[in-house]
């Protein structure tokens, strides 16, 4: 792999020191948790505030995998 000239790669993280494993299982995880929360957030209106907060933080998380995964996978000649 290379790096595409004008994406910098983010700084680092707690998460460099995770596997790539183990971040490709976290990126899972927080897409798939983030995926249910948009449709509990449609279906109940009554939680909506708490489901916000609660999706904003599993993308977050699934964010800062892939950040991660970018500075693990890409070789920067």
């Known amino acids: 792999m290379w790096r ?3 994406i ?7 998460y460099d020191r ?10 899972e995880s ?3 948790t983030a995926t249910h929360l948009v449709d ?4 109940i209106p009554a939680e ?4 916000l907060g609660n999706l904003q933080v599993e993308l977050e998380v699934a964010l800062a995998a ?3 995964l970018r ?3 890409v070789v920067v000649p």
């Open 40 to 43: 509990t957030y449609r279906a």
């Open 66 to 68: 892939v950040k991660a």
């Open 71 to 73: 500075r693990k996978l």
């Open 48 to 51: 909506q505030d708490v489901t």
């Open 30 to 32: 927080g897409l798939g």
């Open 18 to 27: 995770m596997s790539p494993e183990s971040l490709y299982l976290m990126l």
């Open 4 to 6: 595409k000239k004008g």
């Open 8 to 14: 910098p790669i983010p700084e680092e993280s707690r």
